[in-house]
Antibody, heavy 122, light 107 residues
Framework: EVQLVESGGGLVQPGGSLRLSCAAS????????MSWVRQAPGKGLEWVAN????????FYVDSVKGRFTISRDNAKKSLYLQMNSLRAEDTAVYYC???????????????WGQGTLVTVSS | SYVLTQPPSVSVAPGQTARITCGGN??????VHWYQQRPGQAPVLVVY???DRPSGIPERFSGSNSGNTATLTISWVEAGDEADYYC??????????FGGGTKLTVL
């Protein structure tokens, strides 16, 4: 059974930092592109970042470039999102997802975790 | 940037057919994927590559894509199908793009 379990969310002040983690099981993590997708309260889905199998390529939505860093540890089957300089508009549930990537053709999210809530507020 | 447009809401009676549209410029040239998100739950992939279904997704869920509109069709709608539905594509300039979502209400 595929499982993606996020952790690390919580309340943080504007300008602060937080590190999210995602523990994966039930599929070959080291062969998989992985992603973070977020959802602000009452809003739609927004892609945040992707990372390739060995961590050598990563991609970000413009609004988080320079502030967020996606990384992975294949030995631990874990995905991470380091979030710095957090803003109120970063408040959202953050989902970890396995990305199916067909280069230059398409990408979609095959499996999703249950999400972890990040609240940025003073 | 590439934009996907979905109707905010669709309502249908049990046993009827629901059609949820996703509009985009020449979307027929792209692969469209659909997600179901029940209240308080994570999204679930229900259709990928326009019309393929992941294992475990009922045949009642189907998809089509042509011209400027992609459509998710849910046949024989059940109460458990009540959820938000999101379309998604990959675009060379915008990377991953989601539609704004459609709330399906089962009357």
């Amino acid at each position: 059974e595929v499982q993606l379990v996020e952790s690390g969310g919580g309340l943080v002040q504007p300008g602060g930092s937080l590190r999210l983690s995602c523990a994966a099981s039930g599929f070959i993590f080291s062969d998989s592109w992985m992603s973070w997708v977020r959802q602000a309260p009452g809003k739609g889905l927004e892609w945040v970042a992707n990372i390739n199998q060995d961590g050598s390529w990563n991609f970000y939505v413009d609004s988080v470039k320079g502030r967020f860093t996606i990384s992975r540890d294949n030995a631990k089957k874990s995905l991470y999102l380091q979030m710095n300089s957090l803003r109120a508009e970063d408040t959202a549930v953050y989902y970890c997802a396995r990305l199916v990537n067909v280069p230059a053709v398409t990408e979609y999210f095959q499996y999703w975790g249950q999400g972890t809530l990040v609240t940025v507020s003073s | 940037s590439y934009v996907l447009t979905q109707p905010p809401s669709v309502s249908v009676a049990p046993g009827q057919t629901a059609r949820i549209t996703c509009g985009g410029n020449n979307i027929g040239s792209k692969s469209v994927h659909w997600y179901q998100q029940r209240p308080g739950q994570a999204p679930v992939l229900v259709v990928y590559d326009d019309s393929d279904r992941p294992s475990g997704i009922p045949e009642r869920f189907s998809g089509s894509n042509s011209g400027n509109t992609a459509t998710l069709t849910i046949s024989w709608v059940e109460a458990g199908d009540e959820a938000d539905y999101y379309c998604q594509v990959w675009d060379t300039s915008s990377d991953v793009v989601f539609g704004g979502g459609t709330k399906l209400t089962v009357l």
